[in-house]
């Protein structure tokens, strides 16, 4: 497949200077990581492989923690792995569920998230249809590749994912959530021919096109002026990108739970929601995250959202603080200029919309399967 003409350019990951490689010697795991069983052992030295390869194991535990909310669960439908290799040496780990002649829908998660994100639709969808799901690169356990990340990038590896898992011509419905819906955009926008014959409908859940350092309201002060003993102050958005930028791993325990659940989600979030996406976002490699973090903070779609030709649906969230509501309106007008705009769903949410309000997320991710497979559907959420 050829890419168009049409070219998006991350402005961060183009102008960020190579990094020199750091040398790592081996340590000592007594010294180190006092706490792994081995630690007792005399003279026992690790290398970075083998270090890489106990983090790795416990974010795999992250992402496979169990709740009493069902849904959050790791999916009880078979699964198969799709070995897939990007053009510049990323290995995507992608997954398939639900029955091989079922009718595809395409699952792209968000940045600092991994294709587990997606239980609660997984699990209600599997059944009835194939969902294709994978991580985006640098995320869960998906390389970075010898590029790194761009938004150009991002949208060609879920075209390398699509070849991998569709058949030619076969219609597929094409979900994106926050990143996941940037890179279902630039992904229409560079691969038109790839869109136009498997592109039967969208969703754009909780993203935006652009411009994410001066439009979030993440944190009190950035982009939303406080009031301090009675004058505004307003922080840096460049200090944002900055802090979270950084490589550093996410701890657990209650101020994190309760920042996850009062700046990312809403009040509306149960405990079981915001331990699930907390433990999700734990999950990610560090420094994937930090890397696809400065890409991210001031690319510019542009007119991107207008290459959806197919109906599309958005769904907002009207407490979403990470990428508001304004984003999703502005999408909306876009897609509704090109009149592929099926409707604006707000609903009671933060920013994961998917998990705050599974069932009526469910029911709208139905609807647009419907729709995009002039069949009706068992299944409502």
Known sequence: MRPSAFSITGDIATRRPAVTPVSVTPVSVRRVLPSLPWSGCHDVSVSRDRLAAVFARRRARLRSRRYATAALNPPTAPGATVPVTTPDGARLRVRVYGPAEGRPIVLVHGWGCCLEYWNPQINAFAEEYRLICYDQRGHGESGLGADGPSIDQLGDDLATVLAATLRPGEPALVVGHSMGGITVQAWAARHRDQFDSHAAGAILANTTSGRIATGTELLP?????????????????????????????????????????????????????????????????????????????????????????????????????????????????????????????????????????????????????????????????
């Open 221 to 381: 002060g950035f982009n939303v002026p406080l009031r301090i003993l009675g004058r505004r102050v307003q922080l840096s958005a460049r200090l944002l990108v900055s802090l979270l930028g950084l490589p550093l791993p996410i701890p657990g325990g209650p101020l994190v739970k309760w920042l996850i659940r009062w700046r990312i989600m809403s009040r509306n979030a149960t405990p079981d929601e915001v331990a699930f996406v907390l433990n999700i976002v734990r999950s990610c490699p560090p420094r994937g995250r930090a890397r696809v973090e400065r890409m991210l903070a001031e690319f510019d779609l542009g007119p991107a959202a207008e290459h959806l030709t197919v109906p599309t649906t958005v769904i907002a969230g009207d407490r979403d603080r990470l990428l508001p509501l304004a984003m999703s309106r502005a999408l909306a007008d876009a897609l509704a200029r090109v009149g592929s705009l099926v409707d604006l769903h707000i609903l009671p949410t933060g920013h994961a919309a998917n998990i705050e309000a599974t069932n009526r997320f469910n029911a709208e991710l139905a609807a647009a399967a419907r729709r995009a497979f002039d069949t009706p559907s068992a299944t409502t959420g």
